[in-house]
């Protein structure tokens, strides 16, 4: 694997483990929508992602990972709709779709190392 690549794979892996620790365990989402800390840096978090992910398509247009597209447009609502953004749509996003990613990631980054 392309070693830029390899690094925005563990950018995407370190940005969804700081969501999940901004959030703590109990993930309230009455209490997310109340932290306007946690909110903008969940944000932030979801745009590098989105960015990530951008960067490894433009890269590698042949890369396969799920939703990249989604992705990407959840980073440009963020970035230039910000004011369309609801805290429904994030909290589906962090509680639907960041697991499966990181898992996805996860196995992306260990199957390299297995190769190597």
Known sequence: MDIKIKTWL???KQCIDE???????QRDFAAYQTDIKTK?????NLEII?????????TDETFQ???????IGTRNRIIHSYDNISDEV??????????D???????LLNTDFMSN
Do not use: M
């Open 40 to 44: 903008k840096a969940v944000e932030r």
């Open 65 to 71: 990972l799920k939703n990249a597209k989604n992705i």
């Open 19 to 25: 969501i999940f620790f901004f959030l703590g365990e």
């Open 90 to 99: 994030i909290w589906t996003i962090i509680c639907r779709e960041l697991p």
């Open 101 to 107: 990613l990181k898992i996805q990631v996860e196995e």
């Open 50 to 58: 989105g960015e990530a992910v951008n960067r490894i398509l433009k």
């Open 10 to 12: 563990l950018d995407i």
